[in-house]
C-alpha cells in the first residue's frame, strides 16, 4: 500500500495477505495460544515470528498496522476493550509521584480508573478545563508527567485545542495521550497535531455492530511504542481472533458508514434544536456550536452521536419521553448502525466544568443508519408528550 495512496484506498486494502493465505481475500480469523516452534534454535531467536497467540499474532499485528498506518504512528497495540486501552495508555506513561492533568470530561469510566486505581498508586491527578487551550500551562508542576485529552468530550462535546495544549506539553517534555474514539482514526488526526499516544475503543465505529469489545492505543514514535509494548505484554493485553476479524472487516466500510451517521445525525440534530422542549442540542457540527469553529478547523467530518438537554429534568416528564420513543431504545455505547440513547448522569464525574442543567435532562443520542425521516418521526411524537407535561 502506497501512502500516497487516498484514504478510502487504504481502507480497502490494508492488512490483506492473499498470498499468505491460499488467495482468500480477508485475512482468516487464526485462534491461537499456543504457537510451535519448528526448532529450538527457532525458540531462542528473539526475533522469531510468533511466540504465544497473546503476545501477537497474525490478525492482531495486521490490525495493529492498520490503525497505526490511519493514525499516521509507528505502531499499535490492541486490547480487550476501549477502556483497556484508556488504562494501558496510562500506565504506560506514568509512575508513582507523577502529576497528571486530566480532561475533565474523560469517558467516565477511565475516570474512575483515575480515582481510584492510578490516586492508589501515588499519581496525583488533577482535572482540567476542556476548553483550557495554551492556559494549561498556568496548571503545569514540575512533576508533571501527563496531559491527557478527549475531543469532543464524552457526554458534553467540548472541542480542545489540541494544537495549542501539545505545544505547552512538547514545550516542557510532558507526555500526551488523546481518547480519539470520536473520530475512529480518521475524522481527527491527533499524532500530526503533537499527541504522543492516540487511543480508541473498537467497539465503536470500528466494530460498527454492536458486537465486539475491543480497543487499539497508537504510539507516534518507536521509543513511545516500546514503553507501550512493554507495558502491554506486562499487563497480558490482548484481543480476541473473532473481534480482530470484525475490526479490520468494520474498515472497509467505516467512511461510508461514518459518513450516512453524520449525514443522518445532522439532519435530526438540526431538527432538534428548533423544537419545544429542547433546551440544547450538544453537537459541534452543527453551526450554532460555541466550538464549531475549532471542531471546523481541526476535524474533517462529524459522527452520528450528540446529546440533547431538555427543557425540565422533572423525573415524570423525562421517563415519558425516553419511554415513548420506538428508534432509540435505552443502551451504552455507541458507534453501530442502529440510534440508541443514554441518559448522561454526569455530575460525580464533573468537577471542574459542571453541566448546565439539572441532572436527568441530558440525553446522549447515536443516531444510526435508519432513515432520518422515521427518526425525526419518533422525536416528534415523544416531544409532544413530553411537552403536554409542562
Ligand atoms: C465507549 C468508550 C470507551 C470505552 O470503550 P469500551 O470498549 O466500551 O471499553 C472509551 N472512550 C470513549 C470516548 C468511549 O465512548
Sequence with gaps: MKKTHKENTRLAHIGLAADEYFGIVNPPIARASTILYPSLAAYEDPNHKYRYGR???????????????????F????TASGLSAITLAL????????????VDTLYPPGRDFCNQVMAKFGVEIEYYDPHIGADIENLVKDNTALIYLE????????????????KVARAKGIK???????AAGLL?????????????????????????????????TEDDFKILKSMATNRGDCASAEDLYLGLRGLRTLTLRLKQNAQNALKVATWLKDQDGIADVLYPALESSPDHALWKRDFSGANGVFSIILEQSAKDAVHKFVDALELFPIGSSWGGYESLLQPQYLNKYRTITPRP??????????????DPDDLIDDLAQALKIFNQEK
Excluded at 505502531?75 to 490492541?78: D, E, I, S, Y
Excluded at 475531543?151 to 501539545?166: H, L, R, Y
Design 151 to 166: 475531543s469532543p468530550g464524552s457526554g458534553t462535546f467540548e472541542i480542545q485545542d489540541v494544537p495549542a495544549i501539545t
Design 91 to 102: 500506565m504506560s506513561v506514568l509512575k508513582q509521584g507523577d502529576h497528571a492533568l486530566i
Design 357 to 370: 442543567s439539572g441532572e436527568g435532562a441530558l440525553l446522549r443520542l447515536q443516531v444510526g443508519l435508519e
Design 188 to 220: 481527527f488526526k491527533p499524532l500530526d497535531h503533537g499527541v504522543d499516544y492516540s487511543l480508541q475503543s473498537a467497539t465503536k465505529y470500528i466494530g460498527g455492530h454492536s458486537d465486539i469489545n475491543m480497543g487499539v492505543v497508537v504510539a507516534r
Design 55 to 73: 503476545m501477537g499474532n497474525p490478525l492482531s499485528e495486521k490490525f495493529e498496522h492498520a490503525i497505526a498506518e490511519i493514525e499516521n504512528g
Design 176 to 182: 500526551t495521550i488523546i481518547d480519539n474514539t470520536y
Design 75 to 78: 505502531n499499535a497495540r490492541t
